[in-house]
Structure formats: C-alpha cells, structure tokens
C-alpha cells in the first residue's frame, strides 16, 4: 500500500471553495518579531489518476478520482467528490477496511455513471481524458504529495508542540540538579526511587519543575500542543518499587494545558520491563518488556490510560495517547513481535476509550514509518497514528556532517514523511536543534567538537557563552526542520521545554536559537521555499550556502 501512494499516480490540487471551509484551519500566531511569517495553510483536494489502488482519505476531504479503478473507504460519507471515467467503488460507513463494523453505503462507478453518492456526495463524471486531468495539475518536480490532516483527526489542529521532558520520568544528564546528595549515585528512576526519602524529592520535584506559568509562556510563543511523557508506574507500581504520584500533576498539566487552549498528548514513555534499556524508559539495562507478562500489564495499564484520558470529560484536550516509546527493535527484539503487539494494544485502548478523535499512536522503533505499513492498513489509517524521532547527533555518520549538509539532511526528510502523513497521522514527536560542528571565524563550519583554527567556536561550548553568529548557525537548522515538518507532518514536538544548554526550548526562545513565534522564520526558503506548496517536491534540495 505504501509503494502505491508513492508513484507518480497521486498529486495534490488546491481548492478554494466553500464545501471545504469545514475543514480545520492552521492559525499562525502574530509575528512579533516582524520577521517572515507562515504562509497561509492549503486546504488540498486530493486527486488519483491512472492507478488501481485502495485509498482512505480523510473524512471531510474531497477527492476527485480520474482515469482510475480504485475503493476509497472511510468512515462517513464523502463531501464534494467527483469521479471522471473512473471504475470501482466508494464506501461510506462505520468501519475502516471493510471489516464491516457499522452500517455502509457504496457508490459504484462507471465510466458514465451519475449516481448520487451519499447524502451529502454527489459524482458527476465526464470522460475526461489523461491529458486533461494532467493540464489542470500544477506542475512540480515530483508528483508525490500529502494532505496535511487525515481521516478522524478532523478536530485536530496541527500540533506545534514541546515534550514536558525530565518532569515524570528523571534522566541525570537532564535532571542532574535531583541527582543529588544522597541520591548522586543513582542513574535512573529505579534506582532513585528505590532511596529513602525518594517520594519526598519527587514531590518537590514535581510540584517545581512545571508549572502554570511555564505553560502560558509556551503558549504565548504560539505552542499549542505538550507531549507529556510518563512512566506506566504512575498508574500501577505493583511488583515494582516505583514511587506512584506523578499522574496527580499530569492532570494538573491537562488542565493548565486547557486553560491556555492548549492540547495535551499522553505519552506512555516507560513501559513494563523497559522497552529500550535507557535510563528515558525508567530503567537502564536489560529490555524485558517484550515477556508476556510485561506486555499483558503494559496493555493494562494503556486501558487505564485510555478510560481516563480517552474519555468525554478529556475530548477537549487530550488528542493523542502513545502506547511506548522508541521500543528497541534488534535481533533479539523482533519488530514483528512489537507490531503484533500495537495491534493487540491498539484494539484494548480503542475499546477503553470513548473519544473516537483521539489518535493512538507508537514510535516507529527506528524502523522508519514505511515498515509500519502493514500496520496501518490492518488497523485503518486515521486515529492509528506514527510517531517518528528527527534527531542528528547520535550516530557516526551525522557527527561526520558540516552544519549545511545537516540542514540539507534534514530537507530530505520531507519526502518519507509526506508520504507517511497522506496515508495517517505521522508526527515528529521528538526533535532538537543541536549539532556537533564548529564555526570558523569565515562562516565555514565544520564537523566535531574541536576547533583547528584561532577564533573558531564549537556549539559544544556553554550555551551561555554562544556569539550572535553560533546563535545564527543553530537558529538556520532549527527554522530548516521547523519548515518541513510544517509541510509533511501533522505535527511536531521539541526536545524539550526544558533542559540543559541549548536542549532548553524555553531558554533558545530567550536567547534567539527557536523563533518567537515558532512560525516566524529569519531564514525562509532554506528547503526550497517558505510556502506550503500543493506539491512538495522541491522539498530536499540543496539549501543555499550561508
């Protein structure tokens, strides 16, 4: 299915009319630096030509099928929708892939037929040719594209968010000032926990390091979306000395989050038995999450999860609830037994949760949303969403890059994840601006933490001793990813809020290193331009030299 949407049988065409105002628009905040704002979002229409293929578009989204024998299926009828010397079928109803859960109606189509589709869908074909379909298509060097909100996410706007990081789950290297006096020789949460006098500092912990006004100065620089992330402890500790508690201030975060018309992502970030080994997943070492018995109580504990914040009373802010966090996937750690598992937990949480808009999602385990295909489709695109980590400063490899071809890399990116995002929901759940390069006193850059030359500075150097030029080199990558995942995700969240350094959303907003408002950019068009195209495939080319 994903090879399919990635040929040259799919584009994007840009529709003005009053049938597609319904749709959910993308507000820019002011821009209170009076630099180049966000353009205004595109409301697409997506139009298949010349392909046989079976397609789940987004509910309110029309779609015009030309030259085509094709099945759309989605969960209530289709608006606007047209149908030119197509054959095949389209399917309104409850259920997703034709599993039949809920009553459906289809439309069958011939080359000539004229058949009302739905209440509300209407199909006026005319045997258009190929020709005719392809003149009225704007031209671009690739005729790849996505919608930007997809099916049952409707009443999602995009997310421009930040990770709420080292608040409910400790990491030293973040949390370093915790991490001290009788707990200096603890490494992670399961060791701290395990100290006396533990639940004392974790109250005081948590009850410091967020706070309201933290969260109306995100706000105020147009973030509109937290990643929360919490351990499974917080909502059942047994056989397991993890101190319970923090799920008391994660609903003080919702409804701060509320109060600032914010949205709230629930992110399951440690599982039972840890998922991945690192000190993020509560406990670093062996990865035993995949035993029966962990797998069962994670699933659990995700029900409980899903009662509470997959229900009316949370509708209004908490649009998305993440099963785990980059589990491993290695020889030992099949990703076919990971993918057997989100099915089984996808269905749990679906069935606990009465907020059919929220969007279930898991980290693509570093695989790439492409190997989560099968997945998607045995699940229904729409509230199954993927979340993938945008990150260059952990492998070889990126540490080898100048700060252009990073920002050349990170232009590349828009290509897979507008293709993951036309069939669901693919988010960037965690990103960062920071590099390992060097700059010389030219303007040249070079890879590492090292400089060779008198004056060069490293962006490994104290944040706090950074130049206006160091502050520049950051600001051009972070405005770089900023623009793609604009235009090839349905959103995005920074890691994190806060932190040491230059990892500190917060302080970068202070110090010049993220926009302010995050959709305001000093360096447009490093990706081929600042608009949002209804075509994307100048996406990933060269930037221009700085």
């Not at 099945?71 to 309104?92: C, D, E, M, Q, R």
């Not at 919702?254 to 399951?268: E, L, P």
């Not at 038995?273 to 690192?278: P, V, Y």
Request: aromatic share 10%; charged share 20%.
């Amino acid at each position: 299915m994903w090879a399919s949407l990635s040929t040259a049988s799919m584009a994007i065409l840009v529709l003005a009319d009053a049938a597609t105002a319904r749709l959910p628009r993308r507000e820019a905040p002011v821009d209170a630096e009076a630099e180049t704002g966000s353009p205004e979002p595109i409301i697409p229409t997506i139009t298949v030509t010349h392909t046989n293929i079976e397609y789940w578009p987004p509910t309110t989204l029309p779609v015009t099928v030309t030259n085509t024998n094709v099945k759309f299926i989605t969960p209530t009828a289709l608006s606007n929708s047209t149908a030119h010397n197509s054959t095949g079928t389209l399917v309104a109803g409850k259920g997703h892939r034709g599993k039949g859960k809920g009553k459906s109606s289809a439309t069958t189509l011939t080359p000539a037929n004229s058949k009302a589709y739905s209440p509300v869908a209407t199909f006026a074909p005319s045997l258009t040719s190929a020709s005719a379909a392809k003149s009225s298509q704007p031209s671009s060097s690739s005729a790849v594209a996505s919608p930007k909100v997809l099916a049952n996410t409707s009443s999602i706007p995009f997310l421009r968010g930040v990770n709420l990081g080292g608040w409910f789950i400790l990491e030293k290297w973040m949390n370093s000032d915790v991490f001290t006096g009788a707990f200096s020789e603890a490494t992670d949460q399961f060791t701290f926990d395990a100290i006396p006098g533990a639940e004392d500092a974790l109250e005081k912990h948590w009850s410091t390091y967020f706070t309201e006004s933290d969260i109306q100065d995100l706000a105020a620089t147009g973030i509109n979306a937290l990643r929360i992330p919490i351990g499974y402890w917080a909502f059942d500790n047994s056989n397991s000395h993890y101190i319970k508690g923090a799920d008391v201030y994660l609903e003080k975060a919702i409804d701060w989050a509320r109060n600032a018309g914010m949205k709230v992502w629930v992110d399951c970030h440690g599982s039972p038995g840890s998922q991945n080994g690192h000190d993020h997943s509560g406990k670093i070492g062996s990865v035993d999450w995949q035993e029966d018995a962990n797998r069962k109580q994670s699933i659990s504990v995700l029900e409980t999860m899903a009662s509470k914040y997959g229900s009316a009373e949370y509708a209004d802010v908490v649009v998305g609830l993440e099963l785990t966090n980059e589990p491993l996937a290695d020889s030992t750690h099949s990703l076919s037994e990971i993918q057997e598992w989100t099915e089984e937990a996808y269905a749990a949480v679906k069935a606990a949760s009465s907020n059919p808009n929220m969007v279930i999602t898991i980290h693509d385990a570093f695989q790439g949303p492409e190997k989560w295909a099968d997945v998607v489709q045995n699940l229904g695109p729409g509230s199954f969403g993927i979340d993938t980590h945008m990150y260059q400063l952990f492998s070889d490899e990126d540490n080898l890059l100048t700060q252009p071809q990073h920002i050349t890399k990170a232009c590349g990116w828009a290509s897979s994840l507008a293709t993951s995002n036309a069939i669901t929901p693919t988010y960037t759940g965690e990103w960062s601006g920071i590099t390992n390069v060097c700059l010389n006193p030219d303007g040249s850059t070079i890879a590492g933490h090292t400089c060779w030359e008198s004056g060069c500075r490293c962006l490994s150097d104290p944040y706090e001793t950074w130049s206006d030029d160091m502050i520049a080199l950051m600001r051009r990558y972070v405005e770089a990813q900023l623009d793609v995942f604009e235009q090839s995700t349905s959103g995005y969240f920074v890691w994190s809020a806060k932190g040491p350094g230059s990892w500190s959303f917060l302080e970068g907003v202070k110090k010049g290193t993220f926009p302010n408002p995050v959709t305001a950019r000093k360096f447009p068009g490093q990706c081929g331009g600042n608009q949002r195209r209804a075509t994307r495939g100048s996406l990933g080319r060269e930037p221009e030299a700085f």
